[in-house]
């Protein structure tokens, strides 16, 4: 079993920037590639951005292409989401998610594990 834990969320202005974190704990033989997600009230989860097991492997929302940066840590538990010029829009609760890919897969339906998610509010 695999336990993911986000963390950093909270309450920012527009053109403001928040960093989450995810970390990942179990068997790591369990996951690989790892995710962020987000889902808005009343909409339906979205992918945001995903990074292989190798870190120059990575995608992106073209939403927030440009704006956002997911890392990872070299013990490759942990990743990062830095999110800068923040607007309204990225309002969500913000999921991360990891399975047993090994690609930077943008498809919810491939991760195995998921957090419960922390919020994100972007003010006007």
């Known amino acids: 079993q695999v336990h993911v834990v986000e963390s950093g969320g909270g309450l920012v202005q527009a053109g403001g920037s928040l960093r989450l974190s995810c970390s990942a704990s179990?068997?790591?033989?369990?996951?690989?590639?790892m995710a962020w997600f987000r889902q808005a009230p009343g909409k339906a989860r979205q992918f945001v951005a995903a990074?292989?097991?190798?870190?120059?492997?990575?995608n992106y929302a073209a939403s927030v292409k440009g704006r956002f940066t997911i890392s990872r840590d070299n013990t490759k538990t942990t990743i990062y989401l830095q999110m800068n010029s923040l607007k309204p829009e990225d309002t969500a609760v913000y999921y991360c998610?990891?399975?047993?890919?090994?690609?930077?897969?943008?498809?919810?339906?491939?991760?195995?594990?998921w957090g419960r998610g922390t919020q994100v509010t972007v003010s006007s």
């Open positions: 998610a990891t399975g047993r890919i090994w690609d930077a897969n943008t498809d919810g339906m491939s991760y195995n594990y």
């Open positions: 179990g068997r790591t033989d369990d996951y690989h590639s």
């Open positions: 990074i292989g097991w190798s870190e120059t492997i990575t």
